[in-house]
């Protein structure tokens, strides 16, 4: 319907290293998470620390790699990822009361 | 560019008005900021389960003599070992692996929809947005599967929101709750993904003059994939 009109607009080629860094992204992603299984499967139960953090430190960076290059939040104005991440502290702070709150319920009850 | 060294010209401040000092167009903000709240709630869900999990006793023996019971939370890789058509087989996590992949995949192809957006390619958005929208129901359908499977369990009763085969009943309540409203979210990216679609292939973008409605849901769909890596660590892995 729209053909005679639209036909007029001018299509840009693709640039290649655009293209390039997304699926670089992409691949970085498919790492970290056949790392995480590995980390699952490798490293025993009774180490449940070494688990915990290596599991929490993978997550912070595929989350890094989601927001900053698909998200794009790495190319904005600085105000605009500060104001973003700064509020996090409060999930932070959440984690961390949330938890020791839960442990502390568990020595009250056993 | 040359509004900028305007105004340090006249001495006045890039917040007073006149451009917009974030360098994004007011649906975008908003959008952030919306997922900004979002993540707020996906977190309060996500720490709450870490505080019940930290309240109940942990299992204490070894991974291989791993039985379910009331009495202690389960390893959640114990939980979900099961893949569609190898029955009996237990393949702790597999099935979790691949829907990760499945996301991040759709992801990707969003980005490539975006990119293709900013080049006016109509044909190029069309394309990606058809498999980002593939991936997102790729999705919807294990997750219905999980479900299934979890609900009428291995042959011990599965798990409800009264009964709970695997462990403590808030492990099945939290189940419900955390994998059901990030699917929830899914079913609305879809959807909003189906409409950006729609819009693209009548042409609304190409007579607008840009395809920024294609980055606004791409911002949604990516957060969504985000929430899942979350998900997934907090859920099934530790």
Redesign the interface.
């Known amino acids: 319907?729209?053909t005679e009109?639209?036909s007029n607009?001018?299509?840009?080629?693709?640039d290649k290293e655009?293209?390039k860094l997304?699926?670089k992204?992409?691949g970085i992603?498919?790492l970290i998470?056949a790392l995480?299984?590995l980390v699952?499967?490798t490293v025993?139960?009774e180490m449940e620390m070494t688990?915990?953090v290596i599991?929490?430190g993978?997550?912070i960076v595929?989350?890094a790699y989601?927001?900053g290059?698909?998200?794009h939040l790495k190319y904005?104005?600085k105000?605009?990822i500060w104001s973003?991440i700064i509020?996090?502290i409060?999930?932070v702070w959440?984690?961390v009361a949330?938890?020791y709150?839960?442990?502390s319920?568990?020595d009250g009850?056993? | 560019m040359s509004a900028t060294a305007h105004s340090i010209d006249t001495g006045k401040n890039i917040w007073d008005g006149g451009q917009s000092p974030l360098k994004a167009s007011y649906g975008k903000l908003m959008m952030w900021f919306f997922l900004l709240s979002d993540a707020f709630t996906f977190s309060a869900l996500l720490i709450t389960y870490g505080l019940i999990r930290t309240a109940h006793p942990a299992y204490s023996g070894t991974v291989e003599d791993f039985t379910f019971s009331q009495d202690y939370w389960p390893i959640p890789e114990k939980v979900f070992e099961a893949v569609p058509f190898l029955h009996g087989v237990p393949l702790p996590l597999v099935f979790v692996g691949i829907m990760t992949f499945i996301l991040i995949m759709s992801s990707v192809t969003m980005v490539l929809a975006v990119e293709a957006g900013h080049r006016m390619d109509k044909k190029g958005v069309e394309k990606w947005m058809l498999w980002t929208i593939i991936g997102g129901l790729t999705f919807l359908g294990c997750q219905a599967w999980e479900w299934s499977h979890f609900i009428s369990g291995t042959g011990g009763g599965g798990a409800g929101l009264s009964w709970n085969e695997y462990g403590p009943m808030d492990f099945a309540a939290f189940f419900f709750f955390i994998t059901g409203f990030h699917g929830t979210h899914v079913f609305s990216g879809v959807v909003l993904n189906f409409l950006v679609y729609y819009n693209t292939i009548t042409g609304v973008y190409e007579r607008r003059g840009h395809y920024e409605m294609v980055e606004k849901v791409g911002l949604y769909w990516h957060f969504v994939d985000l929430v899942w890596v979350f998900v997934f660590t907090f859920f099934y892995l530790v």
Not at chain 1, 9 to 14: E, G, K, R, W
């Open positions: 319907m729209h009109e639209t607009v001018q299509v840009m080629p693709a655009k293209i997304i699926w992204t992409a992603l498919a998470t995480e299984f699952a499967f025993p139960h688990r915990v599991f929490i993978m997550t595929k989350a989601i927001v290059e698909f998200m904005e104005v105000v605009l973003i509020p996090m409060f999930v959440m984690l949330f938890v709150e839960g442990a319920i568990y009850r056993f």
